[in-house]
């Protein structure tokens, strides 16, 4: 089965800085995607990536999937309080959107 | 454009009891996937629901069962409630097979 791996676990960063999280998958990446969480809640989906490669953008976050297709990173710019929250990465699996997550990195954002 | 709804917010139960969770897919959406997230883990996938009928299933025993209705939406039921069942209830909904996933605000469950 396929595994995910995010790294940090947690995060806590100045407003302002920049920052990276990783997820590392134990398989070939066939569709990637990256989550957004605030504590107890529901998922706020972010990006989706498909192609070794690619690269999205939505307002200061970006996501990227490597060609080998079995790592993402998702880049936060000049962060704010805003972007505190658990950041989840899953892949789908076989043809029915089974979704494999991540454990999930933990982001606090200090004014 | 309402998105996915689930019921109840909350829900306290005890071991044993039985409990049922609702999810209302979000408008033009037809497949249904529940997950269960425990705390401080990634959401574990229970199963999917497509033209009423469970259509995967992840590792999860025959207490957990579920239902689609024609319009829909789906209900999870979880039997003889353990206390290793408390856990946010996730329901996702999707439009075909290549369609992200939305997901719901959750229904947190307690079992004592």
């Known amino acids: 089965s396929q595994e995910l791996e995010q790294s940090p676990q947690s995060l806590i960063v100045q407003e302002g800085k920049n920052l990276t999280i990783n997820c590392t998958s134990s398989?070939?990446?066939?569709?990637l995607y990256w989550y957004k969480q605030k504590y107890g809640e529901g998922l706020i989906f972010l990006m989706m990536?498909?192609?070794?490669?690619e690269e999205k953008s939505h307002e200061k976050i970006t996501a990227k999937l490597d060609e080998k297709k079995q790592q993402s990173s998702l880049h936060i710019t000049a962060s704010q309080p805003s972007h505190a929250g658990i950041y989840l990465c899953?892949?789908?699996?076989?043809?029915?959107?089974?979704?494999?997550f991540g454990t999930g990195t933990k982001l606090q954002v200090i004014p | 454009d309402a998105g996915v709804t689930q019921s109840p917010t909350h829900l306290i139960k005890t071991r044993g009891q039985q409990v049922t969770l609702r999810c209302s897919p979000k408008?033009?959406?037809?497949?249904v996937s529940w997950y269960q997230q425990a705390l401080g883990q990634g959401p574990q996938f229970i199963f999917q629901?497509?033209?009423?009928?469970?259509?995967q299933r992840g590792n999860f025993p025959d207490r957990f069962s579920g239902h689609q209705f024609p319009n829909y939406s789906s209900e999870l039921n979880v039997n003889a409630l353990l206390l290793g069942d408390s856990a946010l209830y996730l329901c996702?909904?999707?439009?075909?097979?290549?369609?992200?996933?939305?997901f719901g605000p959750g229904t947190r469950l307690t079992v004592l």
């Open positions: 398989k070939t990446l066939y569709g």
């Open positions: 990536l498909q192609k070794g490669g």
């Open positions: 629901y497509y033209e009423e009928e469970e259509r």
């Open positions: 996702a909904s999707h439009r075909d097979l290549t369609d992200t996933q939305y």
């Open positions: 408008s033009g959406h037809d497949t």
């Open positions: 899953g892949a789908s699996t076989g043809g029915y959107q089974k979704v494999t």
